[in-house]
């Protein structure tokens, strides 16, 4: 099991969850964060550091979050991303997605 960065990072790209994570399994591209699946212990601590959800264990996804996986596993090895370890400052959409997601 691995914890992925789905859909809710996009127009976000908070960084808290960077922060906590011991392993810097975490991918930034100028759109949002990603968790290479194969870096990623399975500690959890990313998930509750997420101010909009956007961490899940991919064994509790959704069936139309699935994508997110391969997403995260092709776009942390991609040469359009960066490794990514301290944070950052949000994009500046962040609150305004915040706010559309209900958080």
Same mark, same amino acid.
């Given at each position: $099991?691995? =914890? +992925?960065?789905?859909? @809710?990072?996009?127009?976000?790209?908070?960084? #808290?969850?960077?922060?906590?994570? %011991?392993?810097?399994?975490?991918?930034?591209?100028?759109? $949002?964060? =990603?968790?290479?699946?194969?870096?990623? *212990? /399975?500690?959890?601590?990313?998930? %509750?550091?997420? %101010?909009?959800?956007? *961490?899940? %264990?991919? /064994?509790? $996804? !959704?069936? /139309?979050?699935?994508?997110?996986?391969? +997403? @995260?596993? +092709?776009?942390?090895? !991609?040469? #359009?991303?960066? @490794? *990514?370890?301290?944070t950052e400052t949000p994009l500046p959409t962040a609150e305004a997605r915040k706010k559309e997601l209900g958080l």
């Amino acid at each position: $099991m691995s =914890y +992925i960065v789905t859909d @809710n990072c996009q127009k976000c790209r908070f960084t #808290d969850c960077v922060e906590v994570c %011991p392993v810097d399994c975490f991918y930034a591209d100028d759109k $949002m964060l =990603y968790i290479h699946p194969d870096e990623c *212990i /399975d500690c959890g601590a990313c998930e %509750p550091a997420c %101010p909009v959800e956007a *961490i899940l %264990p991919d /064994d509790s $996804m !959704s069936a /139309d979050q699935e994508k997110w996986f391969e +997403i @995260n596993r +092709i776009k942390s090895e !991609s040469d #359009d991303t960066y @490794n *990514i370890t301290e944070t950052e400052t949000p994009l500046p959409t962040a609150e305004a997605r915040k706010k559309e997601l209900g958080l």
